[in-house]
């Protein structure tokens, strides 16, 4: 008996799926175009990093040849891409790394992978909130914190954070509400969030071509120590190299574009929200390889531009771009790139939760999880069981996170 129960047992662990009894049930299916699509796309990829990347590949792996890493890093993503855009076409219903899982390898590994997935948008959301709050904080002078660790400190070194960070907690209840809404306003949300974004980074490129020096392209030994005599505190100044357009040479190139491969990380999230599309079968493969061409562009154009404002061993890899426009002057610059970066953020937070959400619709409807969670409102038909309870999981992650110092 015990042996043909843990038999019994084993066959389940392995049971597959077909493709052809697959078939997902997401409430809201119809009612993105591919412009939604490729709005997702975009911002799920074009992200805060763009914001910090460019400056740490650049000031000691790269250099200016940091536009060079994001080529280099461009083209196998497109490829990943082509590849992802064909799977999505073969199997246009739920078709993510979970279903692949499901088919090939049984309900094990599509219970792993899923959880995974899940764990992956719940700890993404929780860090950018975090980030969110923090960044704006640093906008009002650090005041929400000063108050917050003077009215309601924790007494618990080591172990919780200072102060709680209600801010970010309000943050996530605000944009949990946000999903619980029709795809069509979140999309909306999303690619408002994804405009701004992709303005900012247009202003910071066009910037760096009207203001940017030609000469930051082509630095001597002799620029270095012009530059080492001008500041009085030269510890933030970065190593020379050999000067010069790829000062690192040609391994800094491959160390940064190593670097450059994860900015292109994200586009596969399209798979998911191409469960929504009216014709998913077009809508993964165009968006998946559109959204990888903006990225592209966006990057190597803001590269381009940060190593013509400022020479790259000058270059702050936390904060550059604000750095870039205080080097030429423009002070008030900085309150344009922190909304670039919150509204980037945004968008994070909100890709990362409507990629969970979609995760534990499907994983319950599968009966891999709790079936309430794949219960649907019947007016919107998105599945609140499943967006509370991921707003609820993604707030106690942000404390967690918060009470570590991230």
């Not at 992200?47 to 890093?73: H, Q």
């Not at 930051?216 to 005599?229: F, G, H, M, P």
């Not at 968008?347 to 990629?355: H, N, P």
Request: aromatic share 10%.
């Amino acid at each position: 008996m015990l042996c043909q129960a843990l038999c019994r047992f084993g066959e389940k662990l392995v049971r597959k799926h077909t493709l052809e009894q697959y078939v997902a049930k997401i409430s809201a299916a119809g009612s993105l175009r591919t412009v939604d699509i490729v709005a997702l796309g975009v911002g799920n990829t074009v992200g805060a990093g763009v914001y910090v990347l460019a400056g740490e590949v650049t000031s000691d792996r790269a250099g200016p040849a940091v536009a060079i890493c994001f080529l280099a890093a461009a083209l196998p993503s497109v490829v990943a891409a082509v590849c992802h855009a064909e799977l999505g076409a073969r199997a246009p219903r739920s078709a993510s790394a979970y279903l692949h899982n499901y088919v090939t390898g049984g309900e094990l590994g599509a219970f792993l992978t899923g959880w995974s997935l899940i764990l992956s948008g719940v700890t993404g959301a929780a860090s950018m909130a975090r980030a969110w709050s923090s960044a704006f904080d640093n906008l009002m002078g650090n005041r929400l914190s000063g108050a917050l660790r003077e009215h309601v400190s924790l007494s618990a070194p080591h172990v919780l954070a200072g102060h709680p960070d209600f801010f970010a907690a309000g943050l996530v209840l605000l944009l949990t509400a946000l999903l619980a809404l029709r795809a069509s306003e979140f999309v909306l949300a999303t690619s408002a969030f994804t405009v701004v974004n992709v303005l900012v980074l247009s202003f910071v490129i066009i910037s760096g071509f009207i203001k940017g020096d030609l000469h930051n392209w082509k630095l001597t030994e002799e620029d270095y120590t012009l530059t080492v005599s001008r500041l009085n505190d030269t510890s933030g100044l970065g190593p020379l190299g050999s000067g010069g357009f790829v000062p690192f040479g040609f391994e800094g190139v491959l160390r940064g574009t190593a670097s450059c491969l994860y900015a292109f990380a994200g586009f596969d999230s399209i798979l998911a929200a191409a469960e929504e599309a009216q014709d998913p079968q077009r809508s993964a493969p165009v968006g998946i390889v559109i959204s990888v061409f903006i990225c592209f562009l966006v990057y190597f154009g803001v590269s381009s531009a940060l190593t013509l404002l400022v020479p790259y061993y000058q270059l702050q890899p936390g904060s550059p771009l604000p750095e870039a426009f205080l080097h030429i002057g423009w002070a008030s610059a900085r309150y344009v790139v922190a909304s670039g970066a919150l509204c980037a953020l945004s968008t994070g937070i909100l890709d990362s939760m409507f990629l969970s959400r979609w995760m534990l619709y499907v994983m319950a409807n599968d009966g891999l999880l709790f079936r309430v969670l794949a219960r649907l409102y019947a007016r919107t038909g998105i599945p609140v069981v499943a967006t509370v309870a991921l707003g609820r999981d993604t707030g106690r992650g942000r404390s967690r996170l918060h009470a570590r110092g991230a």
